[in-house]
Nanobody, 116 residues
């Protein structure tokens, strides 16, 4: 099993920055990739960014150049640095880990609100 806990969500003004954290526990050595998703009210959950075990990253077009996904040396924490936030970034942000041959785990989500 892999468990995930997100933190770092907050209310921030447009143009501001936030850093989200996703702490993994359990069988973290089985993790193949970690991704951040978000879901805004009335919209489907969408992929924001992902990082593979080898370090390669991928971003949604809407966040390229503004968001950065990274991880610590122990590979048990993944971060999402969000800069130049826009009201359209308002959503619940979820961490997802793909692990083992075909399993995945989700965190409980953290609310990000961008508003003046």
């Amino acid at each position: 099993q892999v468990q995930l806990v997100e933190s770092g969500g907050a209310l921030v003004q447009p143009g501001g920055s936030l850093r989200l954290s996703c702490v993994a526990s359990g069988n973290i050595f089985l993790i193949n990739a970690v991704a951040w998703y978000r879901q805004a009210p009335g919209k489907e959950r969408e992929l924001v960014a992902s990082i593979m075990t080898g370090g390669s990253t991928n971003y949604a077009d809407s966040v390229k150049g503004r968001f950065t996904i990274s991880r610590n040396n122990a590979h048990d924490t993944v971060y999402l640095q969000m800069n130049n936030l826009e009201p359209e970034d308002t959503a619940v942000y979820y961490c997802n880990a793909a692990w083992g041959p075909e399993w995945d785990s989700w965190g409980q989500g953290t609310q990000v609100t961008v508003s003046s």
